[in-house]
């Protein structure tokens, strides 16, 4: 059975104390999580030592980092490597966030360097896409996706696809409050899985998880993660809130 997965992304959100008082919270209230339900925390860089201590102790809660650089090492003044993250103990970073793509031009070509990146380094990748509103409004938004995805990952092996999840996140929903509607979600996600099992099989496809991003809140979140094909959320502004959070995670291990 495919995994579920609720992560979070702080953004450039939150200082330290900030950041420890909200995992404090978070630990509380967390509700009992296993190998198929899973949640990530991923923080600015310079919180991650302090969060991979603090996530020890809490079963199947995984640090997450947001970006790393595309090369291994050297002279990249203010960069981050994978190597650096995995020999930090974290599991999960994120590739391609949209912020990423438009404000600091990252593009396809280098967004499949830093997955090889991640995936060199024995951590897994959270693989976003998703469309602008113009590419909506005209009906793109499929060709759009797909292009991203063959872009970015489909040089991949089978072996190596497996440590991917996907994010759907279409920019027009992310901080916005506009929300994809659980349809319309449902029929990008079943879109995606379909590509993905044309490039690596059914069966490949059938355990990739699939997340959904873009104003993902309490109120929507058990409706979007009822959907066959969504497989839990990638969540911003929602995941700086203890409750909201633990509302988010609750609805993906009831879904
Ligand atoms: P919001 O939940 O704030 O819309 O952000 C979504 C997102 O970009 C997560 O990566």
């Given at each position: 059975?495919r995994?579920?997965?609720?992560?979070?992304?702080?953004?450039?959100?939150?200082?330290?104390?900030?950041?420890?008082?909200?995992?404090?919270?978070?630990?509380?209230?967390?509700p009992?999580?296993?190998?198929?339900?899973?949640?990530?925390?991923?923080?600015?860089?310079?919180?991650?030592?302090?969060?991979?201590?603090?996530?020890?102790?809490?079963?199947?809660?995984?640090?997450?980092?947001?970006?790393?650089?595309?090369?291994?090492?050297?002279?990249?003044?203010?960069?981050?490597?994978?190597?650096?993250?995995?020999?930090?103990?974290?599991?999960?970073?994120?590739?391609?966030?949209?912020?990423?793509?438009?404000?600091?031009?990252?593009?396809?070509?280098?967004?499949?360097?830093?997955?090889?990146?991640?995936?060199?380094?024995?951590?897994?990748?959270?693989?976003?896409?998703?469309?602008?509103?113009?590419?909506?409004?005209?009906?793109?938004?499929?060709?759009?996706?797909?292009?991203?995805?063959?872009?970015g990952?489909?040089?991949?092996?089978?072996?190596?696809?497996?440590?991917?999840?996907?994010?759907?996140?279409?920019?027009?929903a992310?901080?916005?409050?506009?929300?994809?509607?659980?349809?319309?979600?449902?029929?990008?996600?079943?879109?995606?899985?379909?590509?993905?099992a044309?490039?690596?099989?059914?069966?490949?496809?059938?355990?990739?998880?699939?997340?959904?991003?873009?104003?993902?809140?309490p109120?929507?979140?058990?409706?979007?993660?009822?959907?066959?094909?969504v497989?839990?959320?990638?969540?911003?502004?929602?995941?700086?809130?203890?409750?909201?959070?633990l509302?988010?995670?609750?609805?993906?291990?009831?879904?």
């Amino acid at each position: 059975m495919r995994k579920k997965i609720v992560a979070a992304n702080w953004k450039m959100n939150l200082n330290l104390i900030e950041g420890a008082d909200l995992i404090n919270e978070i630990y509380k209230g967390l509700p009992e999580l296993n190998e198929s339900n899973e949640v990530v925390i991923a923080p600015p860089f310079l919180h991650i030592p302090q969060t991979v201590t603090q996530l020890a102790n809490m079963e199947y809660v995984f640090p997450g980092a947001q970006n790393c650089h595309h090369e291994a090492a050297g002279a990249y003044t203010g960069e981050v490597s994978a190597s650096m993250l995995n020999n930090a103990e974290v599991k999960y970073v994120i590739i391609g966030h949209s912020e990423r793509r438009q404000y600091f031009g990252e593009d396809d070509a280098m967004l499949a360097k830093k997955t090889n990146q991640v995936l060199a380094n024995n951590m897994q990748v959270i693989f976003c896409c998703g469309e602008p509103l113009e590419v909506r409004e005209q009906g793109g938004q499929n060709d759009y996706v797909e292009a991203q995805l063959k872009a970015g990952l489909f040089h991949l092996s089978e072996a190596h696809i497996k440590n991917v999840v996907i994010a759907y996140e279409p920019i027009w929903a992310i901080g916005t409050g506009l929300t994809a509607s659980s349809a319309q979600a449902q029929t990008m996600h079943q879109h995606i899985r379909a590509v993905v099992a044309e490039q690596y099989g059914a069966a490949v496809a059938a355990e990739i998880t699939i997340l959904y991003g873009g104003s993902c809140k309490p109120g929507n979140a058990a409706e979007l993660f009822s959907c066959e094909d969504v497989d839990g959320g990638l969540i911003g502004g929602a995941a700086l809130n203890a409750d909201d959070f633990l509302a988010i995670v609750s609805a993906m291990i009831n879904s």
